[in-house]
């Protein structure tokens, strides 16, 4: 084959190639390139596995979930190994059930607050909005990185940092480091991720 | 209001005066070491413990968490770190011989919560530190382990069946206090290589009273392997 032929009858495929590695590294140059490329999102589907570091295991606790957003904020946080658990945030409401022996069971005690709190703070991440919440002050790092840093002696007493490493696939979160501590930290990484998938309106309903 | 208050000093003075249930005498007697009653299910040598924890609170609240303990029965030493299910620490706090809390999150932010969590946890994993121990059976012909401890409370543990034993904490004035149900159910991988119970429920008994049940969900062996098999406390 000829070589010059190939490379002319390749150049859109190129020229594509080249303008989505732009695109990559543009959507996470800056907060407004982030919030632009978020607002393209209107759901997102992933598999995770979470690691628990902690200077007292002897190995960390590792589970396995699924993760579902829809903008502008739905989310559904479920564990499947080892405790089986779902979290979710649907019109304004937290809710968490635990599967107790095949039966799910809804958590109704006041530990549920800090989790609301989580899990508003995961929704605007996923809108793209990691510069928006005066708890923390988020500096966006080569990587692309984003850490974020609580602003108040309160709050950096219960978290260190939040380290989010962003995907080059242009939306797509790759991890999520929560440090309590230097020794302690947990590790969500996400895999499989499905960018804009239908979904129904039971999505976030729980059939108990 | 007189009545009432007649009926509250008499029922005062009966639980007052509340005694031990009845020791019977076995009808085999044998020594501490060799009646499988007074083993227990205690965890020996040095384990990292992780449980999923419901907590059945007062207003009839009932909370999810986990649990992780690292224990060392030889030191009864313990570090005890509380989880929500996504993994956040809301407690950690560690007693070897005393309390000290690492890190607390509202509403487990006060020492009280930590010396209530590490009895318990002395009182589930740990064999009691009696001064005497006597044998027999309850009315029920159920064989139990009377501990009598330094500071005049007791524990007895029973053990109504196979795999099941119960423990039971009185005061000095002879209320029982808590009751714990530590039971093998299910012989599933890396559970129960050394009778370490997969469930335990805890009721704690009291105006404040609350019930945890703990599922074991991983159990793994930490420090010499010699302390587990030769059974060393």
């Given at each position: 084959?000829?070589?010059r ?35 393209t999102?209107?759901t997102?589907k992933?598999g ?7 200077k007292?295991?002897a ?7 699924n993760f ?15 405790v089986?658990s ?17 039966v ?10 800090s989790?609301q ?5 995961i929704?605007?991440?996923l809108?793209?909005r990691f ?5 923390f002050?988020a ?17 950096a007493?219960l ?8 995907s080059?696939?242009?939306a797509v979160?790759e ?9 302690s930290?947990t590790?969500l990484?996400f ?9 129904d309106?039971?999505?976030?309903s729980i059939t108990? | ?5 007649l009926l509250?000093v ?5 639980l ?12 085999r ?7 499988q ?8 040598g040095?384990w990292q413990?992780?449980?999923?924890i ?5 207003g ?6 986990t649990?992780l303990t ?17 993994g956040f ?6 007693y ?11 509403p ?7 010396q209530g969590v ?12 009696a001064?005497?121990i006597?044998?027999?059976?309850l ?8 501990h009598l401890?330094p500071?005049g ?6 053990n109504?069946?196979n795999n099941?034993?119960?423990?039971r904490?009185?005061?000095?004035n ?8 530590s ?27 609350y019930?945890?049940?703990l599922?074991?969900v ?11 098999i030769q059974?060393?406390?």
């Open positions: 084959m000829d070589s032929l190939f490379k002319a009858r390749n150049w859109p495929f190129c020229l594509i190639g080249i303008i989505t590695a732009l695109m990559c590294l543009g959507w996470a140059d800056s907060w407004q390139g982030l919030r632009e490329t978020a607002a999102v209107s997102v992933a995770f596995v979470q690691e628990k570091h902690m007292i295991l190995r960390p606790l590792i589970s396995h979930g579902l957003f829809q903008a502008p904020d739905s989310l559904q946080w479920e564990y499947t190994q080892p089986k779902v979290l979710v945030l649907h019109k304004g409401q937290t809710r968490r059930y635990v599967d107790k022996e095949g799910l069971v809804e958590d109704a005690t006041a530990g549920l607050q989790m709190m989580v899990v508003q703070q929704t605007q991440w809108n793209g510069d928006e919440n005066p708890a002050s500096v966006l790092e080569p990587g692309p990185k984003i850490v974020m840093t609580p602003t108040e002696t309160a709050l007493r978290i260190q940092r939040i380290e989010i490493e962003l080059n696939r242009p979160i991890s999520v480091t929560i440090y309590e501590s230097e020794d930290y590790r990484v895999q499989n991720v499905t960018l804009n998938m239908p979904l309106d039971t999505a976030f108990k | 209001m007189k009545s009432i208050s509250l008499v029922a005062g003075l009966f007052s005066c509340a005694s031990l249930p009845p020791l019977h005498q076995a009808h007697p044998m020594s501490v070491e060799s009646n009653t007074c083993q227990g299910l205690y965890p020996l040095e413990l992780y449980h999923t419901e907590a059945k609170l007062p009839r609240q009932t909370g999810f968490l649990g690292v224990l060392s029965s030889r030191e009864r030493s313990a570090q005890c770190v509380i989880m929500t299910l996504e620490v809301v407690f950690d706090a560690r070897d011989g005393q309390v000290t809390i690492n890190r607390a999150v509202a487990f932010d006060n020492h009280a919560f930590a590490m009895a318990d946890i002395q009182l589930i994993f740990f064999k009691p530190l001064d005497e006597s044998m027999g059976v009315s029920d012909n159920v064989p139990v382990c009377r401890l500071d409370n007791v524990i007895d543990l029973v109504p069946e099941h034993w119960e423990t904490l009185y005061r000095s002879h209320r029982v206090m808590r009751i714990v149900q039971m093998i159910k299910d012989k599933l991988p890396g559970k129960n290589l050394t009778g370490i119970a997969d469930k335990i429920e805890l009721t704690a008994l009291g105006t404040s009273g019930t945890l049940i599922d074991l991983e159990a793994i062996p930490i420090g010499p392997e010699d302390s587990r059974g060393v406390e």
